[in-house]
């Protein structure tokens, strides 16, 4: 079993940059992938970026070339770096990581982007 937990949400003015954090209960390198997803109010999760055991990173396009999704296996901890965030970018993230096939989710944390 693996529990995440997000942090690093909060509110933040259009153009600005935040960072999500998400810890996990074991070593991420043991994961087969870390991703996060967000939700804006209403609607379905999205994919907003993941990253496999392997490194390779995939990113949906509308963050390509303003977040960055990074892990630092030392402290079992995968980051979002978002920059240039617009008001669209308001939504509950959520922290996501697949181990042995089995899927597992944090609590998500709330990002705002005022206008």
């Known amino acids: 079993q693996v529990q995440l937990l997000e942090s690093g949400g909060g509110l933040v003015q259009a153009g600005g940059p935040l960072r999500l954090s998400c810890v996990a209960s074991?070593?991420?390198?043991?994961?087969?992938?870390m991703a996060w997803y967000r939700q804006h109010p209403g609607k379905q999760r999205e994919l907003v970026a993941e990253?496999?055991?392997?490194?390779?990173?995939n990113y949906a396009d509308f963050v390509k070339g303003r977040f960055t999704i990074v892990r630092n296996i030392a402290k079992n901890t995968v980051y979002l770096v978002m920059n240039s965030l617009k008001p669209e970018d308001t939504a509950v993230y959520y922290c996501?990581?697949?181990?042995?096939?089995?899927?597992?989710w944090g609590q998500g944390t709330q990002v705002t982007v005022s206008s």
């Open positions: 996501t990581a697949r181990y042995l096939g089995t899927g597992y």
């Open positions: 074991r070593s991420i390198f043991s994961l087969d992938a």
């Open positions: 990253i496999t055991k392997g490194s390779f990173t």
